[in-house]
């Protein structure tokens, strides 16, 4: 795979940005406090078979009216709806809740010891992304250790959990794992097949909403996914605008710098180039690029703080488009109200 370097951008703006439905809280049209889901926010989205997984952060089932932000009881560190809904347009509903305990309230992925706040021990375990591999899902989390300022936060490492019941339990597995002062703490995932071969691409940023992506990939297969020695670190482009890789991990470029957060990836067959959304603590963008590793194209402003105040984890998903791919759906999270809310906007491709 090369990145054509006299390739002209195409996207040129988005026009009809449109928050369509609330998928989580009471006022959303999913009834999510009956599982115990009254507040939570994140929402990206796994493909396993004919369902797809919405996953959630810090959840909680029992919270004030006048409730702002993450508080409340009965906190679980992660919960995921599951659905079988194909048509966006109107919202997602959800079909049911995994992992769920008998009485069908949501349970936690991989639960978070809920230590205190002080950088001694884990406050929680947040998913920050996911992947299929044959019959295998995959969760991404990082262990969060310290919540700082807003947009700022400590990690003690980044890991991965497995499923292999469709998201019904998960497991999390001892390696591979990256320190808490890695670039690879919050990643979104993308699979490739480039000559001949499947893998899974990871785009990553440190822990908080203020790193530079860089990018690692793996073979496809549930052997090389957990095998720390088969990843490859995106070391710089050629000439020619191919990837050089390496398995040192110290060796990883930056492909694309700014102050990002909740990052998400896709291939847009609209545009044929790829697409990332991100926040960075104020406004939502999506940006075009022409290889995995770019270049990137200039920021383009999805959604402002002046209209959704408070605002973060834009999240797409390619199972989520329209009218030939130029209408893209997406999830973001609003602060205030503390939950999930259902998006779309179209395209704007240059001729």
Known sequence: MHADLDAPFVLTGVSGVTQIAQLTGPDGINDTPAAGVAGTDLGWMLAAGDRTLFVFGDTFGDRAPDAVGAQGGFWRSNVSAWTTDDDPSDGITFDGWAPADDLGLAEALVEGEHDANDGTGEVTKIPTGGF????ALYLSYMSVSFWGEPGAWEAAYAGLARSIDGGRSWEPLAAPRWAGTSNFVQVASALVSEDGADYVYLWGIPAGRFGDVQLMRVRASTAAVE????????????????????PDEAAAETVLAGTIGELSVMWSSYLERWVMTYSDGGSAYIREGLSPWGPWGEPIQIAAPSDY???YAPYLHPRYVDDGGRRLYFTMSLWGPYNVFWFSLDLERAD
């Not at 299929?132 to 019959?135: M, S």
């Not at 670190?233 to 890789?245: I, M, V």
């Open 309 to 311: 105040p408070g605002l």
């Open 132 to 135: 299929a591999v044959g019959e």
């Open 227 to 246: 095998d720390p020695s088969a990843y490859e670190y995106f070391a710089g482009a050629d000439e020619e605008g191919g990837a050089r890789w390496s």
